[in-house]
């Protein structure tokens, strides 16, 4: 299908209450909306890179800068007939996933409408139900955690992904095992440790080797 017109927008949009990650503490969150058009369709896509480059590289200026100057000009007025074709035109962006990203999922959304199918029968899924966990973020005391994961739980959640920050970290994960012996966590430290974290954490044996 031959790609129209790609509308790149950027959003700013305040949160209900601070998000605190190992990055950042947010009142804010930044997202990047794509409208992509072809053949009389029209899409919308999203990628959120974080507003301060602490996660990675990538951050909101940069990946908004990236799709509409260099990505978005070499899609445009072409003929793309599948995801891969999509990145094959813009692999001459080194890195940027969530550039990439913002067009891929554009693209996938619109191929679908296309189709006249459901996007995830356009991905070759057969199944119409998603099993979601809950995502909890650094918070103000453990005991304020541990209400949020029960209520989680009651309300029939089947996993948590707590967030892992220096400061929050090991007692945190240590409480919460402790209150929530069988139940699935995942932990999300969001690129806030190194190896030199791991060494200096682990208890000292009083040897040496050589």
């Not at 070499?74 to 007939?81: A, K, L, P």
């Not at 095992?177 to 190194?194: E, L, S, V």
Request: hydrophobic letters at 45%; glycine letters at 8%; proline letters at 5%.
């Amino acid at each position: 299908m031959k790609i129209e017109a790609i509308d790149i927008y950027w959003a700013k949009l305040p949160l209900a209450f601070v998000w605190k990650t190992s990055y950042a503490d947010q009142h804010y969150t930044d997202t990047l909306l794509v409208r992509m058009e072809a053949g009389g369709h029209y899409a919308w896509g999203e990628s959120c890179p974080p507003y301060i480059p602490g996660y990675s590289a990538e951050h909101t200026a940069a990946t908004f800068a990236t799709l509409r100057e260099h990505m978005g000009p070499q899609v445009i007025g072409q003929d793309v007939e599948s995801a891969q074709d999509l990145l094959d035109r813009i692999a001459f962006v080194k890195g940027n996933q969530f550039a990439r990203a913002a067009l891929e999922i554009t693209w996938w959304v619109l191929d679908a409408k296309r189709q006249g199918v459901p996007l995830h029968v356009a991905l070759g899924s057969t199944a119409d139900r998603v099993a979601v966990g809950a995502d909890f973020g650094v918070q103000d005391s453990l005991d304020l955690l541990m209400e949020k994961i029960q209520g989680a739980i009651d309300q029939g959640f089947p996993r948590i992904k707590l967030k892992f920050r220096p400061g929050w970290d090991l007692p945190m994960i240590e409480a919460v095992r402790a209150t929530f012996p069988r139940f699935t966590f995942h932990i999300d430290c969001n690129a806030a440790y190194t190896l030199a974290d791991l060494f200096s954490s682990a208890p000292s044996t009083g040897t040496t080797s050589r």
